[in-house]
């Protein structure tokens, strides 16, 4: 059965019976998981069973943002506290070859976590390049300020992904460090040169751009399109992820309903898909904008549908792991830092 190029949030614990007959109708590609939709292990494990068995797809994909620190929609007691991304660069100041280790661990204990769940799909890791006066949304997400080294310790986080069986998103392509606002509430515009975005920004991007999947960024670069954000130009798209960056795995949207997107939802989800997005990413589960989205986003096809395959059929079996001896490794690792590891 074909599926549409969406995913999806819900709105609690279980599914309603309007968003059961909605998933069954509307057929979108993937689920994304948020606090509202947490109580306890068992629960989440049923609830993305469910998801799977209503759209009528065994293996559609179940996401959710678990980087660790701030961003973690898995949280004590039920699930552990994971570092946050400057810890790993922080360590990585110190000795480089621990700081990556860190960072693969501490990824593979979170795929772990998700792999009890049927959770297959983490929007992790970060490539943002902060700088400063720039918003705080990203601050300590991010893995440090040097492109080598957030690039570096980005693919140490994607490799323990990909180990334990889930797979990464890249986030937020083609950069949100620079923003000087959190595109969740309104929308942020970058003045930088093109030639510094190179150097920096987008640099940070080059080297994880075999990854299989990555997320847009909210945000306006003026000198290479001053009139759309990324997720919405075809100029960055095109001239910037896919060809400078050279990414050309599955695109997603950062979630529509943010408000640095103008317009109503419908109008969102169409420029969306009209710049070169394969997939629109709706997060908040309030139903009247899901069927919006829906009403909207196309049959999944052509190079989209490729990708989409090609990504999901990059997901690996996961490799043998001591999860209590990791955990024990790693925290031993971030005592070394000095740093806290929540």
């Known amino acids: 059965m074909s599926t549409r190029a969406f995913i999806t949030g819900i709105s609690g614990m279980e599914l309603s019976a309007a968003e059961r007959e909605f998933i069954r109708s509307e057929r979108p590609w993937g689920f994304i998981l948020f606090r509202r939709n947490v109580e306890e292990p068992r629960q989440v494990a049923k609830l993305v069973q469910e998801l799977?068995?209503?759209?009528?797809?065994?293996?559609?994909?179940?996401?959710?943002?678990?980087?660790?620190?701030?961003?973690?929609?898995?949280?004590?007691?039920?699930?552990?506290?994971?570092?946050?991304?400057?810890?790993?660069?922080?360590?990585?100041?110190?000795?480089?070859?621990?700081?990556?280790?860190?960072?693969?661990?501490?990824?593979?204990?979170?795929?772990?976590?998700l792999a009890d769940l049927g959770i297959t799909v983490d929007c992790l890791p970060l490539a943002d390049v902060p700088v400063d006066g720039a918003d705080s949304v990203i601050g300590d997400r991010a893995y440090g300020t040097e492109p080598g080294k957030v690039a570096a310790i980005a693919r140490a986080v994607a490799e323990g992904l990909e180990q334990g069986g889930v797979l990464p998103v890249l986030k937020h392509i083609p950069g949100h460090g620079r923003a000087t606002a959190d595109s969740h509430l309104s929308?942020?515009?970058?003045?930088?040169?093109?030639?510094?975005l190179e150097r920096t920004d987008f640099a940070a991007f080059r080297p994880l751009a075999d990854l299989p999947m990555a997320m847009t960024a909210h945000v306006v670069f003026?000198?290479?399109?001053?009139?759309?954000?990324?997720?919405?130009?075809?100029?960055?798209?095109?001239?910037?992820?896919?060809?400078?960056?050279g990414f050309q795995g599955l695109l997603m949207s950062d979630d529509v309903s943010m408000n640095a997107l103008a317009g109503s939802i419908a109008e969102r989800t169409r420029s969306i898909?009209?710049?070169?997005?394969?997939?629109?990413?709706?997060?908040?589960?309030?139903?009247?904008?899901?069927?919006?989205?829906?009403?909207?986003?196309?049959?999944?096809s052509g190079k989209a549908l490729q990708r989409a395959r090609r990504a999901l059929a990059s997901r690996k079996a996961p490799q043998p792991f001591d999860r209590l001896a990791g955990r024990a490794q790693l925290d031993a690792l971030i005592d070394r830092a000095g740093m806290n590891s929540a």
């Not at 003026?222 to 400078?244: C, F, K, M, N, Y």
């Open 187 to 196: 929308l942020p515009t970058v003045d930088t040169p093109k030639m510094e």
């Open 52 to 113: 799977r068995d209503v759209v009528g797809h065994p293996d559609a994909p179940v996401l959710i943002d678990q980087e660790g620190g701030r961003v973690q929609r898995l949280r004590p007691p039920s699930w552990p506290a994971y570092p946050a991304g400057a810890v790993f660069g922080a360590l990585y100041d110190i000795d480089p070859a621990l700081g990556l280790l860190a960072a693969r661990l501490s990824a593979r204990l979170i795929a772990a976590d």
């Open 222 to 245: 003026s000198a290479l399109d001053p009139a759309h954000p990324a997720t919405t130009s075809a100029t960055i798209i095109e001239q910037v992820i896919r060809g400078g960056i």
């Open 273 to 300: 898909i009209t710049a070169g997005c394969d997939m629109i990413l709706h997060c908040n589960g309030l139903l009247d904008e899901m069927r919006a989205v829906a009403g909207e986003a196309p049959e999944l």
